[in-house]
């Protein structure tokens, strides 16, 4: 997955092909991936147990060096010159053993490096698989890895399909790449007009404000004789 020159090269052909700018491209964090996969949490646990294991044989055998010392310098004003010569060879051989065994475990492509490979191909196999798949079916002509090699200065999270491999490898998060959920649908009173008190209609009298009783009509007294 970290085939950087492959990588390049591909997009070095597209970019040079006719109709290069339609094509669709895109990224994902495979270690982001890894790390929500069962497999690989199993994987990482085996190899710690086997990390411990060996360092604390290294462990023991640095305290057996350790003694050795110690006891050379006790005893060494009593040593014979050949005496002494052989037990700082002892020393020696056990220096250069704990080298070699440091090495052969923890060293490059040493054994902790090769039972890594070994645990994690199947993880990044099945990764490699389900990236293939999404770039099918989304038509995709390059999928980069933003845990690679590469360096990538920048990433458009428009382009991430990270969670689309999760989704093919049946880890995909629920609340990702799914449509929102509808609201409760609620409806809005329509505000009421406010009446003015002072504001007169046709009749000539003011309307009565809302909440207040309309005041008591007046009559004129009619004159005795009047027609």
Same mark, same amino acid.
């Given at each position: ?19 290069? %700018? ?17 497999? !690989? ?28 010392? %110690?006891?050379? $310098? ?21 220096? $250069?053993?704990?080298? /070699? !065994? ?13 039972? %890594? $490979? ?5 993880? $990044?196999?099945?990764?490699?698989? /389900? ?29 991430? !399909? ?13 609340? %990702? ?51």
């Amino acid at each position: 997955m970290k085939n950087i020159g492959g990588l390049l090269l591909a997009l070095l052909l597209l970019l040079a092909a006719p109709g290069a %700018r339609a094509q669709k491209f895109g990224w994902v964090d495979s270690e982001f991936i890894m790390g929500k996969m069962p497999e !690989y949490a199993k994987a990482q646990v085996e190899l710690n147990a086997l990390s411990d294991t060996w360092q604390k044989e290294l462990e023991a055998q640095k305290k057996d060096l350790d003694k050795l010392y %110690r006891t050379y $310098q006790a005893e060494e004003v009593v040593l014979t010159e050949p005496m002494k010569k052989k037990r700082q060879d002892e020393i020696l051989k056990k220096e $250069q053993d704990i080298k /070699a !065994y440091q090495n052969k475990q923890f060293g490059y492509e040493g054994q902790i490096f090769k039972k %890594r $490979q070994e645990l994690n191909k199947p993880v $990044q196999d099945k990764i490699f698989e /389900a990236c293939e798949k999404v770039a099918k079916k989304k038509a995709l002509a390059v999928l980069f890895d933003k845990s690679g090699d590469m360096t990538m200065l920048y990433t458009n999270p428009a382009h991430d !399909y990270t969670e689309f491999v999760l989704e093919e490898l049946g880890l995909g998060a629920e609340d %990702r790449n799914q449509p929102a959920k509808k609201g409760p649908v609620t409806t809005v009173a329509p505000p009421k007009t406010p009446i003015d008190p002072n504001f007169e209609t046709d009749s000539g009298a003011p309307e009565p404000a809302a909440g207040t009783k309309a005041p008591p009509k007046t009559t004129r007294p009619v004159k005795k004789g009047a027609k």
